[in-house]
């Protein structure tokens, strides 16, 4: 049976899990045997069609399994029922056994400060290669700036996302970043583009960029803008489905070879733009004869080069010039062989993007940015979820299928309120709400307090262990995410105040010391740690019917603040319902837009 790991994480967690109990570490291809019963007794990662690299081939471990199977069938049972213990007491510790973490009120400004000190002071990035994105890792660091004011913990983070857009891993053509450098220097990249790197990278640029402005650095600050703008083009032009959404991935290979379909020959490049401009883009961006890297396997491209920024043009004719061949380079691009689409599109990944083009919609007053994740999110709403609020998790060919995860519904709850602040429309709120309860009803267990990755079953189909996930990967973790949907409709809705508040203290309070301990795997925790010790910044704003004054609105749709629920209305006309409450007692003082702030 083979199984996709993106549309069954449940599955794919479980067998992880699993395999790691066998002392076989874990990883992808992974290779389970199970008992008819669905108990794994035995497994592996790849296996050779013969024998090779050390390793037994695929035909032997399957002959040897199955006399196994036949001549120590008892044995064999009693391992996998062993195994199956294992794996159900790995899940209660995952739970969490600790009830009242210790949560200073800098809390984020520490592990900010040790997550900074982890960061290449010269190429940015955590670490050394293969260098990754870590987008909520980064996230922490804005938020720890916002709560201490410290120029330092902005700067580790700006100087990683300043390298990030200056290097091979982003597209300089087409916009859009892959999924990791394989060096130090983000220079040569693993060539596959992930729509969730993508979803969360749009966001974090658009909340630095407000930060940069804030501070005066305009010139960066509208490089971070193009990054957004040439990204959410890319995702527009090779990642957008027909009837809606967003697939994905995009394949690293194009003609068997990885990379071949992005990088450029000089001789090439020199053919299709001129002498003059290709000698610009040289300069520019590294294109030089000979090229500019070598695969170490020996796979990619021979003597070509990957795109990345060496220079700026030094004049605007040379910025025209520039830009025209660019463009001209993007067109022949396109005629090559087209790379290989993952073209199922998933909830998760999709409210990911939601949420993203949505908060950059706001804070940069893009009303084309909220139109495409108003679009996208109507999708998900009409096309994932069935008429009796039944979210689903994955779309293709027209049709819908699986149960929802615990990703599907945090992701798609916390891109919806922040659609609704971008909007001010209170039906993503509600729905939002709707999400919320749906994943307490079928993937909360009051008991460990805790929040199962998938559900009890799928089409019929239960597994027989319920896998539990508390460290992020590229993405968020989805407990973390859930447990901040909880304390900011908490924070706003009066009819589920105490209960949501509870239950997110309660899994937060089980979970924070293991946080503080692993701020790299958890860091989504600590933005919901931080959320809980803090709370949602909430500003409700009355202006006057007849007031042309939008500056308070626009300084508190615009500004960056962690945890913020910005509601605005019109005096005399009918308030939202559900946040009705909030507006209680609250009037335009002296006929000018008012501005109320509950932290």
Not at 258 to 286: F, H, I, M, N, T
Not at 443 to 464: H, M, R
Not at 493 to 518: F, M, N, T
Request: with cysteine; charged share 25%.
């Amino acid at each position: 049976i083979k199984v996709d790991r993106e549309e069954h994480p449940d599955v794919d967690q479980m067998y992880q899990h699993a395999h790691q109990l066998l002392a076989e570490g874990g990883g992808w291809p992974l290779t389970m045997f199970l008992l008819p019963s669905g108990e794994p007794f035995f497994g592996g990662t790849y296996y050779p069609p013969e024998d090779r690299y050390g390793r037994p081939s695929f035909r032997r471990i399957l002959t040897a399994l199955a006399a196994a199977y036949r001549d120590e069938k008892a044995k064999v049972l009693e391992y996998g029922q062993k195994l199956l213990d294992a794996l159900r007491e790995v899940q209660q510790q995952a739970s969490g056994t600790e009830t009242s973490a210790h949560l200073p009120s800098d809390l984020v400004q520490r592990v900010a400060g040790r997550l900074g000190s982890q960061v290449d002071r010269r190429e940015g990035g955590f670490g050394h290669a293969p260098k990754f994105p870590n987008p909520t890792a980064l996230g922490l660091l804005l938020r720890s700036y916002f709560r201490s004011g410290e120029v330092d913990d902005l700067r580790p983070a700006l100087l990683t996302l300043n390298k990030m857009a200056q290097g091979g891993i982003y597209d300089h053509l087409g916009g859009g970043f892959a999924r990791y450098s394989t060096d130090d220097k983000w220079l040569v990249p693993h060539f596959e583009k992930m729509l969730y790197d993508n979803a969360l990278l749009v966001r974090l640029y658009a909340q630095a960029k407000v930060l940069l402005v804030a501070q005066g650095q305009d010139v960066l600050a509208q490089r971070y803008q193009r990054v957004i703008d040439e990204t959410v083009g890319w995702l527009g032009r090779q990642m957008s489905a027909k009837d809606g959404g967003f697939y994905a991935a995009l394949d690293a290979d194009s003609e068997g070879v990885e990379g071949k379909y992005y990088v450029w020959d000089y001789a090439e490049v020199e053919q299709l733009v001129g002498p003059q401009k290709a000698s610009l883009v040289s300069r520019c961006y590294d294109v030089i004869p000979g090229g500019n890297w070598h695969d170490p396997h020996g796979h990619g491209p021979a003597e070509t080069s990957i795109l990345h920024v060496t220079d700026q043009p030094r004049d605007d004719d040379e910025d025209a010039l520039l830009a025209e061949a660019m463009a001209t380079l993007l067109a022949a691009r396109d005629k090559r062989t087209p790379l290989g689409t993952d073209d199922k599109i998933l909830t998760s990944w999709n409210a990911l993007l939601v949420s993203g083009l949505a908060t950059a919609g706001q804070l940069l007053a893009r009303e084309d940015l909220t139109a495409l994740a108003q679009t996208t999110a109507d999708f998900l709403l009409s096309h994932l979820r069935r008429p009796d609020g039944q979210l689903l998790r994955t779309y293709k060919d027209g049709h819908a299928k699986w149960a929802a995860t615990l990703d599907d519904h945090a992701f798609l709850a916390d891109a919806l309120w922040q659609l609704a602040q971008a909007t001010q429309d209170e039906r993503y709120l509600t729905c939002a709400h709707e999400l919320t309860e749906s994943a307490l009803r079928d993937l909360y267990d009051a008991d460990s307090q805790s929040f199962f990755v998938g559900p009890a079953e799928t089409d019929g189909v239960s597994l027989v262990t319920r896998p539990v996930s508390l460290h992020d990967s590229a993405i968020p973790s989805g407990v973390s995410v859930m447990c901040q949907n909880l304390l900011r409709l908490a924070a706003v809705l009066p009819d589920v105040r105490d209960r949501y508040q509870a239950i997110a203290e309660a899994c937060l309070l089980r979970l924070g010391e293991r946080a503080q301990r692993s701020p790299m795997g958890m860091a989504g925790l600590i933005h919901a740690l931080d959320l809980l010790t803090h709370g949602v910044v909430v500003t409700c704003i009355i202006e006057p019917a007849d007031s042309r004054d939008r500056s308070l609105r626009a300084m508190a749709l615009r500004s960056y603040v962690p945890d913020h629920f910005v509601w605005i209305v019109t005096e005399g006309k009918p308030l939202p319902q559900a946040i009705a409450a909030l507006f209680d007692g609250k009037t335009a003082r002296n006929g000018q837009p008012t501005a109320y702030v509950c932290v």
